[in-house]
């Protein structure tokens, strides 16, 4: 409160100056009138120079024009840029894969139409106990009642990050028991060789999460 008090001191000093001079009153103190003002402005720069620099600045003595969403399009700005950045960053060389050839051979389409590729969620998957390989899955295929299907993919994949995925299966293919588990289906995949070395790569096909389950693909 003291200092905001003698802040206030100095330019009350020089309105009552200013005031006193548009009275006529300060014909006959001239000189007194002229070292009042000067001590009221050396006083004012002072005292504004030392407020300037401190903590109140911006709160009450000498307020900014500062907008109220800047300080939320700096936050949207500096959350971006990471990611901006990564995306720039991404650069994926295929100069080494080595593709299989296309087949020759053709299928009619009422043969191919026979498939049923369906869009399913992943609400479990976890790792079939005593097998290297296997990872079970219970979807949401889009009927209502949860399927199962096991997948060798254990490699590439661990279990806990591909629950909530959106994944590609064949869901009229006929059931099949591996380990002792019933599985109906199968996920799809794309898999290629590499030409330095007999290592598969293999990756999950996983789509738009706004596809909704039991969305048919043709």
């Known amino acids: ?7 206030f001191m100095p330019v009350t000093v020089i309105y009552y100056c200013y005031f006193c001079n548009t009275l006529h009153k300060a014909r006959q103190n ?3 009138l002229k070292s009042l003002y000067l001590l009221g402005f050396l006083l004012y720069d002072k005292t504004r120079q030392h407020y300037t620099k401190s903590k109140l600045r911006g709160c009450i003595l000498i307020p900014t024009m500062k907008s109220l969403d800047a300080d939320k399009k700096a936050n949207k700005t500096s959350e971006a840029a990471p990611a901006v950045a990564e995306k720039a960053a991404e ?5 080494n894969v080595k593709i299989e050839p296309l087949f020759e051979e053709t299928v009619d389409f009422d043969t191919f139409s026979k498939s049923d590729f369906r869009a399913v969620k992943v609400k479990e ?3 079939v106990p005593k097998s290297k390989k296997l990872l079970q899955f219970t979807l949401d295929d889009g009927t209502g009642v949860d399927r199962t299907i096991l997948s060798g993919i254990h490699a590439y994949y661990e279990p806990e990050e591909l629950v909530g995925k959106t994944l590609i299966a064949i869901t009229n293919l006929p059931p ?6 019933e599985s109906c289906g199968m996920l799809l995949s794309a898999v290629n060789n590499l030409k330095d070395s007999e290592d598969e790569e293999l990756h999950l096909l996983m789509v738009d999460d706004h596809i909704p389950a039991g969305a048919k693909l043709y």
């Open 1 to 7: 409160m003291l200092q905001i008090l003698l802040f």
């Open 30 to 32: 001239e000189n007194s």
């Open 91 to 95: 650069k994926i060389d295929f100069s």
């Open 125 to 127: 998957c976890v790792a």
């Open 176 to 181: 099949r028991a591996m380990m002792g588990i």
